[in-house]
């Protein structure tokens, strides 16, 4: 069974920094694609950032420049860099990982249980 956990949400003021890690445990053969969505409150849940097992990033448009992805394979950890928050990061954040649990074994989705981001003076 794979279990991801994340941390690093909270009450930040506009223009601070937050940094976001989701770690993945249990029984993990490979992690191909590690990403972040975001849900804020009344919309749908949308794509954040990925990042795939060879480093290739990409990055939703509103976050560009501001936030950053990165991974430690070793950890089986994504985390994300959040800066120059704005309210309208307000969301609930959500890491995803696509996990193979064996060598012939399809990747599955797995997802966090969520961290709340709140950006406000």
């Known amino acids: 069974q794979v279990q991801l956990v994340e941390s690093g949400g909270g009450l930040v003021q506009p223009g601070g920094s937050l940094r976001l890690s989701c770690a993945a445990s249990?029984?993990?053969?490979?992690?191909?694609?590690m990403g972040w969505y975001r849900q804020p409150p009344g919309k749908q849940r949308e794509l954040v950032a990925r990042?795939?097992?060879?480093?290739?990033?990409n990055y939703a448009d509103f976050v560009k420049g501001r936030f950053t992805i990165s991974r430690d394979n070793a950890k089986n950890t994504v985390y994300l860099q959040m800066n120059s928050l704005k309210p309208e990061d307000t969301a609930v954040y959500y890491c995803n990982q696509e996990i193979r649990i064996g060598l012939h074994a399809v990747p599955v989705d797995y997802w966090g249980q969520g961290t709340q981001v709140t950006v406000s003076s």
């Open positions: 249990g029984r993990i053969y490979s992690i191909n694609v």
């Open positions: 990042i795939t097992i060879g480093g290739s990033t």
